[in-house]
């Protein structure tokens, strides 16, 4: 039996397809390794990880197979993979701070027995040795890639997965894991899939690599013609267009080369990427994507410009994107060149500088600032995953793309944007990703519905096109010049208002973000009376959209810090109420680490409309009539708990100074002694279950309060505690609006 599965390929990977949500990240993945190590390398971002993924069945697999040893494993589960023979040494470690270096291998010896023992790890890394007594979060980074190698090996695989074993390795360590790697193939008894980006660790260990470009296994390479071509090098892993390369031709059996195919004909902007701009060499580690990204450079091939933009064109990539203020006239030039070209015409009259940005998804070329190609290679996969024949997802991509370019954009003094509704969801999207104040205007025939979903949490302006965006008309003309000139009064206004308050600086007052519900109203007073000589305090109301714009404020950087006394939105999230937040609540906090203390005020209820559209499965339940088109619902102790839960794992990943307020006396106006929604028992279960969840430490910390939460004494309690907060933050954002 042994010699029958010894026969089979250690590993075997056909057609193997992976997505992310609509992005395509594994294409047909093809991949054989018989046995010793193989090498994989390729730039960041072209699915290396998810291939390593996949075949641990860490990720979903959307098609294709994988083998081991004859065995099928897709989509199995990772602990029936990792007992079936198949080890994994992970990009980033994936250690555990608490444990120690021997605890960890200990834990991963008594998977399966072997030739790799704690001794042997210990004889092969003395380092590991010398530190076994050490919690993982106090090794180096180095100590840690040995102790993440380590405890794979104890697993004592038939196939290692290693995902970039060496990263982060000194030179003299580098070495001795290539020497390993090299003494595991030369045994035979494991065999070794190797992820690197070091060329050299890749090209010494294995007779042949892979070379992985967007998602794809490209070609496989004999490693001495890779590694003794610089020029080669070069242009498979330092310098390349960030698009699909075309295979080259091996030589074939007879020894003949074939000449490769011409390089395909590229019209229009082109995006180069320097990922590498000296020679690589065996300890050559990876470049960040930013600073990829900060060096790229478009060159424009067979695209008629503007004038403006062929002197701009030789202008530094910085100053174009950091130089005086431009109004971004944005849309589907291939369908509404004509009337875009109107808008901008009469906003450059105005005096401001434009630039006409195409955003069409039918890869025709256009008379513009910024065309569709240049756009599209803002997406993860470049232009392949934009310019498809699914429009549905052609247009899903391009705005991503699109709100991808924006981000990178200084200088963006407003937008304006005019079609139907395909070209609203193309730039609504970036649009949001603007900071609040930043003019934005789209006119659509879609205006005068629904723009609930285009406009979101931002201050987008929408105007309703009256007839159809296609062609120039009486009726178009009045319509698109009336939205014309209100950006052009909008920007202006907010630049002289920006000079203004440049020339005053230092007057402001820190802006604080403080949440409120017709039910805790009266503590929202109390607090924003108390900080009112030393605060802008902005008010949002907790409708859904009132905490995300909330926090996109906080993304925006215009926050100081954040009183989130009102989190009702959670109730109507978990339980289908109509006030719903969104599910990433809390999200801008966490990333931020701005100071912030919050509540539980309005647990209490779910909100839904008249009483006719409560769903069913709420029948009998305890309700509130506030109005006839407003009932609220009261919440249960289960309820309470599971509320209690997702908010406490939030609270558990702000790293920020975080107080959060536990009212006993009730979380609401209605859930006060008296009061139709008083239930002591409900709102014990979730003081309860917060305080079993939230981890309590110097900076984050629950704190009761024998109030209900519209006392003064309440609200006292919330503005000393913001108070001390900010102080000890050191900072006071001064913020020209």
Not at 322 to 351: F, H, M, N, W
Not at 633 to 659: C, F, H, K, S, Y
Request: net charge positive; with cysteine.
């Amino acid at each position: 039996m042994n010699e029958v599965r010894r026969s089979n390929p250690a590993l075997e990977v056909r057609g193997l397809d992976v997505y992310y949500g609509h992005s395509h990240a594994l294409q047909g993945v093809d991949l054989v390794l018989d046995s010793g190590v193989f090498s994989v390398v390729g730039r960041n971002g072209m699915g290396k990880t998810t291939l390593c993924k996949a075949i641990m069945g860490l990720v979903g697999v959307s098609g294709g197979s994988i083998r081991v040893r004859g065995e099928d494993v897709t989509r199995r589960p990772p602990a029936q993979i990792a007992r079936l023979g198949v080890g994994y040494v992970p990009q980033g470690r994936r250690l555990w701070r608490s444990l120690s270096v021997d605890e960890h291998l200990q834990l991963a010896g008594g998977l399966r027995s072997g030739a790799w023992t704690v001794e042997r790890i210990y004889d092969t890394f003395p380092r590991l040795a010398e530190r076994k007594g050490h919690g993982g979060g106090q090794l180096s980074g180095g100590e840690q890639q040995m102790l993440a190698i380590s405890r794979a090996l104890l697993t004592n695989p038939h196939l290692l997965v290693m995902d970039e074993p060496t990263e982060g390795l000194a030179p003299v360590i580098v070495a001795q894991v290539e020497e390993m790697l090299l003494r595991l193939g030369d045994d035979g008894d494991m065999s070794v899939l190797v992820i690197e980006q070091n060329i050299g660790v890749a090209t010494a260990i294995s007779r042949n690599v892979a070379i992985m470009v967007n998602g794809r296994i490209n070609r496989i390479i004999d490693s001495a013609r890779l590694a003794a071509d610089r020029e080669l090098q070069q242009r498979l892993l330092g310098v390349g267009l960030h698009a699909e390369l075309e295979p080259d031709i091996e030589i074939a059996a007879s020894g003949a080369e074939t000449k490769p195919a011409p390089a395909p004909r590229r019209d229009g902007p082109v995006r180069i990427y320097i990922s590498n701009p000296t020679l690589p060499t065996r300890w050559s580690q990876p470049v960040p994507i930013a600073r990829i990204e900060a060096a790229a450079r478009t060159l424009s091939t067979q695209v008629a410009r503007l004038d403006e933009t062929a002197r701009r064109k030789h202008e530094p990539v910085a100053a174009q994107a950091s130089g005086p203020p431009v109004v971004l006239v944005v849309g589907t030039l291939d369908t509404k060149g004509q009337e875009l070209r109107y808008i901008r015409d009469i906003i450059a009259e105005s005096g401001l500088r434009t630039r006409l940005v195409d955003v069409s998804t039918s890869g025709k070329h256009s008379s513009c600032d910024v065309s569709a190609q240049e756009i599209a290679l803002n997406h993860g996969r470049g232009g392949s995953a934009v310019f498809g024949t699914d429009r549905g997802a052609a247009v899903t991509a391009m705005a991503d793309a699109f709100a991808n370019w924006l981000r990178r954009q200084g200088n963006v003094a407003g937008a304006i944007s005019a079609g139907g509704s395909g070209a609203a969801s193309l730039v609504a999207p970036g649009m949001r990703a603007l900071p609040v104040g930043v003019p934005k205007l789209i006119i659509s025939s879609v205006a005068s519905g629904d723009v609930g979903p285009y406009v979101g949490p931002a201050d987008i302006t929408m105007m309703y096109s009256v007839t159809d965006v296609q062609g120039l008309n009486s009726i178009s003309r009045a319509v698109l010049a009336n939205g014309a000139n209100a950006l052009a009064g909008m920007v202006k206004a907010r630049l002289e208002d920006r000079e203004a308050k440049e020339r005053t600086a230092g007057a402001g007052l820190p802006s604080v973000g403080i949440t409120m519900f017709g039910v805790t109203t009266p503590a929202v007073q109390k607090i924003a009376a108390e900080l009112r000589d030393d605060f802008e305090c902005l008010v949002f109301h907790a409708t859904g959209i009132g905490g995300r714009s909330m926090e996109k404020l906080v993304e925006s950087g215009q926050l100081a810090g954040v009183i989130d006394l009102t989190t009702t939105e959670i109730c109507d999230l978990m339980m289908g109420g109509v006030f719903p937040a969104a599910e990433d609540r809390f999200g801008a906090i966490i990333r931020s680490r701005l100071p912030y203390v919050g509540s539980v005020g309005a647990l209490d209820m779910v909100n839904f409309g008249a009483p006719d559209t409560i769903p069913e499965r709420y029948r009998g339940r305890k309700f509130h009539v506030h109005n006839p088109q407003v009932t609220l619902m009261r919440t249960t102790a289960e309820e309470n708990e599971r509320m209690g839960r997702w908010i406490g794992e939030r609270l558990n990943q702000m790293d920020g100074p975080v107080r959060f307020f536990l009212p006993e006396g009730g979380v609401s106006a209605l859930d006060a002694r008296g009061q139709p929604f008083w239930d002591r028992d409900a709102d014990a279960a979730l003081f309860r279950t917060l305080e079993r969840t939230v981890r309590q430490t110097g900076n984050r910390q629950l704190i009761r309060i024998p109030k209900n939460i519209n006392d003064p004494d309440f609200a006292a309690a919330i503005v000393s505690a913001f108070r001390n907060l900010f102080g000890r933050t050191g900072v006071r954002r001064r913020l020209a609006r």
